[in-house]
């Protein structure tokens, strides 16, 4: 064949093959069958071989994957990836509903959709060509997957149809459908078989859920495997100014267009009596649906009302997911065990006769805590009802008296340590008991060292749990400070661990020495400051020494820091052994010092101690930038006018009730033109 022939014919493959891919996922509407489309593919593959010069970018040949990814990049979102507030019952529902026609001063229709249980993912176009594809992360942050999200057939690569935006992001949910969970697990049993476990192994090493296995499959390096997954997506939200559309649901019909999938219960609905309607119709129907769902999904549908609502810190106010009740078994209690974290925190497990629930099999429930266990007054041998909460996290929530053996007897809660047999501590007001032997009790060493690596702390990732624990066993380290005093001839004659893997564990312990401040605060791992807490600390206390000099009144006084962990931090810098584990971090060269960025406002500050709200839709900026954009000039940003509020930045359309309550106790008003007069623009 000629390179022009090859080139005419590589190009019709490609539109075709583009062309059935969206009748097939986006319409529901084939027209060949499966054999002709891998025929299609087959040849084009075949051709882009030969003639590799014309291999498109968003060739579907793409789909097959093959690229290796060793590490996958932390992405920033442009906008917030916000997680949904849950409701249970229609009671709850209604009050949301309240709640919306309150702070708009009018009612609002909605929208109604299927919540999938998947893996929340952003995907960025440009010029209608797929270039980024980030995880849900932290909600501020995630994972760079492009290469294995690019196997994913129901994703169009090029998008199709009219009025395609420059620039567009839409987000959605990446799952795996029942029936390929199905098989997967078949192939995996019969592998397992072959080699010879028995029935119990097996089903410890059989993929768990459909949700968990898309999840570790979206994250495997080598995209080939994925395409074998046979991942499938559905598109929920479309990012954009009011040129794509007005409405919620009238996006969703025009990404739909362009090539989008978009799931079969998403419905338009005028108030909340349908909606209600809508909920139960797919109670019903979710059973024979291709792909799990916990609930629907209930949103406002005007754009303009959306960013009227605004958000809290963790949620949208104009949406929230209704979800069914969790599934229940009955099954039998053979044992409880006991896991020391790393904190000390002592929890109890029940070990239960292995039984099926919500596709899984559920062998162990968490019990909480002591308090717990006496409610139910559970005893060895009852016969309980578990249930998973969120549909995730089995848990014990009754026993069923009737079955009771005659001779149980009440469980009595162990007296000393699992562990290490110290004598365990319940402070007053606490619901859990704690082992205080922080540095001989070895689950809490680990749990802590754990901890100290995992990725949203140090990210060392190329020391894991089997590996901390063997260092642990052979005396290597005993503290996270002496993970940076490990050398090369420490590790050799180690089983397992060649010049390669030496190499790489000691450059990744190198590389965490570049993480910034609030990360080494967080994988200290002071009790009951997390991730988001460790970063509001940074920002006040730009030094690990100003944070220790810091009374409880100069910590309360930080935004979410309350007195339980205030006394806390305190408490942390009282002790002597994590004031000598903090030198000699700091001698190895971690970084204790914040840095300009994460700890400054501008240097007038002119809105410091105001309290502003943005309401309305903005030409010139988006509503994230001029949130960010106020909290550098020194304001906390709120969702709703209050007697506190200072400052209403009022963009077009916005509510009347907040512009009326704002007028009326005499809040200043600007509109985004004022604002930009005054303040300037966010760089």
Known sequence: MEPKQAQDRINYLSRELTRHNQLYYALDAPVISDQSFDAL??????????????????????RVGGEITRKFIVVAHKRPMQSLDNTYSPEELRDFDRRVR????QAAPYVCEPKIDGVAISLHYKNGLLQQAITRGNGLEGDEVTANVKTIKSIPLRLTGDNLPEDLE?????????????????????????????????????????RNTASGTLKLQDSALVAKRKLEAFIYYVIGDERLGRTH???????????????????FCQNLEDVLKEIEVWKEKRAHLSYDIDGMVVKV??????????????????????????????????????QVGRTGAVTPVAQLKPVQLAGTTVKRASLHNADFIAALDLRLGDSVWIEKGGDIIPKVVSVDLNQRPKQAEAFVFPTHCPACATPLVRETGEAVFFCPNQTGCAPQKLGRLVHFVSKKAMDIDTLGEKTLHLFLEKGLVSTASDLYGLEAAMLHGLEGFKEKSIHNILAGIEASKKQPFHRVLFALGIRHVGETVAKKLAKAFPTIDALRAADETALVAVEDIGAVIAQSIRLFFAQDGNLRELQRLRNFGLCFLAKLEEQALAPDAPLVNQVAVVSGVFSQVSRPQLTAYLEYLGAKVTGSVTGKTNLLVAGENMG????????????????????????????
């Open 301 to 338: 549908d005007n754009i303009a009302f959306q960013e009227e609502l605004g958000s809290t810190a963790k949620a949208p106010r104009w949406a929230i997911a209704f979800k069914y009740a969790a599934e229940q078994a009955i099954t039998s209690l053979k044992e409880i065990y006991f």
């Open 249 to 267: 649901f009238e996006r969703i019909q025009k990404a739909k267009s362009w090539g989008f999938r978009v799931p079969e219960a998403v419905s």
């Open 41 to 62: 593919l087959k040849e084009l593959i075949d051709l882009e071989t030969r003639f590799p010069e014309f291999k498109q970018p968003d060739s579907p040949s793409q």
């Open 102 to 105: 309150e702070a708009l001063g």
């Open 170 to 210: 839409v987000r959605g949910e990446i799952f795996m459908p029942k029936s390929v969970f199905e098989q997967l697990n078949h192939e995996t049993r019969k592998t397992l078989l072959d080699e010879g476990l028995d029935e119990e192994q097996i089903q410890d090493r059989l993929w768990k859920n459909p």
């Open 656 to 683: 009347p009730a907040k512009r009326q309550k704002a007028e009326k106790i005499g809040v200043r008003i600007l509109s985004e033109k004022e604002f930009i007069q005054t303040y300037g623009l966010p760089s």
